[in-house]
């Protein structure tokens, strides 16, 4: 284990947009319905960096598309409801509620910008 005040940071700053878009920007559907899905996988990666040193990043960004798509395909099953969570509590929103292909394209999508980022910061460093 090793914390990273840089990530940590990177994640409240990430956690605070979602909060913002479940909230304030509710009721812009592009927002609400795709951008969240985007962020959070962003956000899993940061919490992840937050107390891990993690040498192989390609690797860690994989998995965590296969734990958000598991996720998704769980919900599919109405997970949320196999396990008895009330609507609307927090852990039934964590969880979510309905499937969608477009949510998977979302995860894709932020996997995709943390590794452009990644392999871009990492270009960048060595040139330095």
């Known amino acids: 284990m090793k914390f990273s005040l840089k990530y940590f940071l990177l994640s409240i700053l990430l956690f605070l947009i ?7 920007f509710k009721d812009i559907f592009f927002v609400r319905a795709y951008l969240g ?5 962003i956000l899993i990666y940061t919490l992840i960096l937050t107390f891990f040193k993690v040498e192989n990043r390609t690797k860690l960004i994989t998995r965590i598309f296969i734990f958000s798509v598991i996720v998704e395909v769980l919900q599919y099953f109405k997970i949320a409801d196999v396990l008895g969570l009330k609507p609307g509590s927090i852990a039934a929103i964590v ?11 979302c995860y894709a999508a932020g996997c ?5 980022i990644t392999k871009l910061w990492t270009n960048v ?3 330095l």
């Open 112 to 116: 995709t910008i943390i590794f452009l």
């Open 125 to 127: 460093t060595f040139r």
């Open 95 to 105: 969880v979510g509620n309905s499937f969608s292909w477009i949510d998977i394209l």
């Open 18 to 24: 979602e909060v913002l878009i479940a909230t304030v």
């Open 37 to 41: 899905d985007v962020i959070v996988v």
